[in-house]
């Protein structure tokens, strides 16, 4: 940021937002992705069973977490993690997921 010359100047800034028009953010690496990006992906197994929609990406330790709004309006958390996600489609905005046995179910909140 411009005109931001020393510390004082910065800590008026703490707390708030920056913003910054999407076309204007940085390419990143393959299998990287913003997370505001997957915001109302569509989620289904491997098997083409319709689990949900993202809602959310929440940043926990050890790994991220997909919210999930299943079709029953509950929340799932399922770990954004290769092994899990195995198919980031961006264009038809689908994320596949292969869950181990009973991570739907034991994680419905």
């Known amino acids: 940021m411009r005109g931001i010359d020393n510390i004082s100047q910065a800590r008026e ?3 708030l937002e920056a ?3 999407e076309e204007e ?3 990143l690496p393959e299998d990287d992705y913003y997370f505001f990006l997957l915001q109302g992906f569509r989620v289904e197994t ?4 319709s689990v949900g929609h993202v809602m959310d990406v929440l940043s926990v330790p050890g790994s991220d977490l997909l919210v999930v709004a299943s079709e029953s309006g509950r929340e799932i958390l399922v770990p954004f993690v290769r092994a899990i996600c195995v198919e ?3 264009p038809d905005k689908r ?3 292969d869950p181990p046995a009973g991570l739907l179910d034991l994680n419905e909140i």
């Not at 491997?46 to 069973?49: F, H, L, N, V």
Request: charge should be positive; hydrophobic fraction near 60%.
């Open 88 to 90: 980031v489609n961006v």
């Open 19 to 21: 913003l910054v028009a």
């Open 95 to 97: 994320l596949v997921i």
């Open 25 to 27: 953010l940085n390419s």
């Open 46 to 49: 491997r098997e083409g069973r």
């Open 13 to 15: 800034l703490v707390g």
